[in-house]
């Protein structure tokens, strides 16, 4: 064998060692992202989904508003939300970890629910303040009831601005059905002063009731008051509102002086001055359902 011939073997490998070479050299530099094995602990961190809706504070969960309101657990709500029977704002929602604001009309089998604690607050309404909830119209009663409680109350049915006397506030929908209900509702007691005396035969006429454009005006008791003159007048009404007092009198050419609404249903003024207000007990509460 030649020199060269020797030299040109030496500096050439076979086939099998150079397949060796290449495994090992991949095995140990090869930074291809495809060839990196992982040991325990150094897998890649899936980076997770970044939510698109924003958490709002005053936002709850709608399972958490339904088991808050009493009706029952928040795994009971899911499956009450799942078949359709919750509704929000009049649309049928069956999404699990819907959320919603305490404002929204939430109804559970068609029912209104609420889940803030319910509150029964009786105000002894003062002239000059307006039953409303609205904001920018001056004094309102909800100024005079903003201590009573963290509840959402609201006031059932009105008194004029110049009308004084009971008016009830309350955040359960039962009872606000009660006074509303057209058929039955809750009788409100008023002494009413005119400016001159009811006559007799006007008395009468509207005990036993009478039209106005059509339409029957009627009270549930009417009668003077004992010991007052005839321009003072008790009246016992179940509408919500006392705009029908005014037709009346209107009707019959008399000026009402004074409203004061002194009784609703069994409640009453005693040891609730003007202005001030009181918590219902729960006797009084139950006695009000029961109406």
Known sequence: MSRHQGSSSKGKSSGRGQQKERANQ?????????????????????????????????????????????????????AHIAIGLVSVNGQIVTEMGYKVKLEDEVRYDGQRINPEKKAYVLLNKPKGFATTTAE???????????????????PIGRLGRNSKGLLLFTND????????????GVPRLFQVELDKNLKIEDLKKIREGFKVD??????????YIDGASKKEIGLKIKNTGNTILRTIFDELKYDIISLDCVAIG????KDIPRGHWKHLTEQEVNTLKML
Request: glycine share 6%; net charge positive; aromatic share 4%.
């Open 266 to 269: 069994h409640l009453t003024k």
């Open 173 to 184: 929908e039962t009872i606000v059905k009660k006074f509303t209900n057209s058929k039955n």
């Open 214 to 223: 059509g339409k029957l005006i009627a009270v549930e008791e009417i009668s």
């Open 136 to 154: 920018g119209k001056g004094r309102t009663v909800m100024d005079l009831v903003a201590n009573a409680t963290t509840s959402r109350i609201k």
């Open 26 to 78: 991949s095995s140990r530099g090869s930074s291809s992202p495809q060839s990196k094995s992982y040991a325990r602990g150094n897998s890649p961190i899936k980076k997770k989904a970044q939510s698109k809706t924003t958490s709002h504070p005053d936002e709850i969960r709608l399972n958490k508003y339904i088991a808050n309101s009493g009706i029952c657990s928040r795994r009971e709500a899911d």
